[in-house]
């Protein structure tokens, strides 16, 4: 065990040095410039005054060449010390931006994740179950219909449906925890998103799994089929599900960006939106630190959760 984590360890750092530089190298060379922005966009700059321009540069940083600002912000990063934000909160520490905004899109991705999970495995296995059965192609069908729409279609129609045709709730609008009643609608919103991915997997490995010889064998014993599929199905079917729902997970912490903007929540998907509107450089890092990192996090969980769901994994 010691050994599997010292690798992963030396794996995320390099992988987390080689992200950071990538992304360190687009912003410098393509991003633009974020002092010259604020006199461009006119933010409480009424000319371009190049004295100004380069004081502020040396304030943030920004007047070295590429490989001593990349060398101060890794010296920083190791400190704690996230950098403050140039143009979206001006001289707020990022860290403390991120400590805010993080935890309600984890929050958000958290929930939706359970409840997409536990909807779309229970239709994907009662799809395999009925295969070629009508229960099958109109489950199959309905989670394709949903896939071809986009989440900000979804969105937008979900309240046109609810709050203006039958105004059973209304407008959700900002943030007021996971278990207020305006965070419901997002929510559903980002599990209806997953809900086909996940549908489709677990229909796919539950058919690989119910052709197995072992299966065979428990009917053949007598079994009922709930206790076939509660002990010997459920188990193997669930090693490329979790390997699913890790991705997932991923995608979900900084993508649901259109939910974010749509429902206005203050989360991590939105702060990406704005740094890269803003053209922030240290919001930027971070959310490349914070996306990296959540990477690498749910890839290990998923390497946790094998051997218990097939000990063979464990064993090689």
């Given at each position: 065990m010691a050994s599997f984590l010292l690798i992963r360890l030396i794996r995320w750092t390099a992988g987390l040095l080689l992200i950071l530089f990538v992304t360190y190298g687009m912003m410098f060379y393509g991003a633009g410039d974020p002092i010259r922005m604020m006199f461009i966009q006119g933010e409480d700059f009424d000319s371009e005054d190049e004295v100004v321009m380069l004081a502020l540069r040396k304030k943030y940083g920004l007047d070295e060449p590429f490989l001593v600002q990349f060398g101060n912000y890794l010296h920083n990063l190791l400190r704690g010390d996230w950098g403050r934000s140039i143009r979206l909160q001006v001289d707020r520490p990022v860290l403390e931006i991120v400590q805010f905004r993080l935890p309600i899109?984890?929050?958000l991705g958290f929930a939706a994740t359970v409840i997409g999970s536990v909807v779309g495995i229970g239709l994907g296995i009662l799809a395999a179950l009925y295969h070629n059965r009508w229960p099958d192609p109109l489950i199959?069908?309905?989670?394709?219909?949903i896939t071809s729409i986009p989440v900000y279609v979804v969105g937008p129609m979900l309240l046109l449906i609810l709050v203006l045709q039958l105004g059973v709730i209304d407008v959700p609008?900002?943030?007021s925890g996971l278990f207020?009643?305006?965070?419901?609608?997002?929510?559903a919103v980002i599990a209806i998103g997953i809900l086909p991915i996940i549908v489709r997997q677990t229909r796919s490995a539950m058919l690989e799994v119910k052709g197995q010889p072992f299966i065979r064998t428990a009917r053949a014993k007598g079994l009922s089929e709930f206790?076939?599929?509660m002990r010997h199905m459920l188990r193997p079917m669930m090693t490329p599900v979790i390997t699913t729902m890790g991705l997932i997970m991923i995608g979900l912490i900084n993508g649901a960006?259109?939910?974010?903007?749509?429902?206005?929540?203050?989360?991590?998907?939105?702060?990406?939106?704005?740094?890269?509107?803003?053209?922030?450089y240290p919001i930027i890092m971070s959310v490349a630190v914070v996306g990296t990192m959540i990477i690498f996090v749910s890839n290990f969980l998923v390497d946790i959760i094998y051997p218990i769901l097939d000990p063979r994994v464990r064993v090689r």
């Open positions: 899109s984890m929050q199959i069908s309905t989670v394709l219909f609008y900002g943030w207020h009643k305006d965070a419901a609608l997002p929510v206790r076939i599929i960006l259109f939910v974010e903007l749509i429902y206005n929540i203050p989360g991590f998907g939105l702060l990406t939106i704005e740094g890269i509107k803003k053209v922030d």
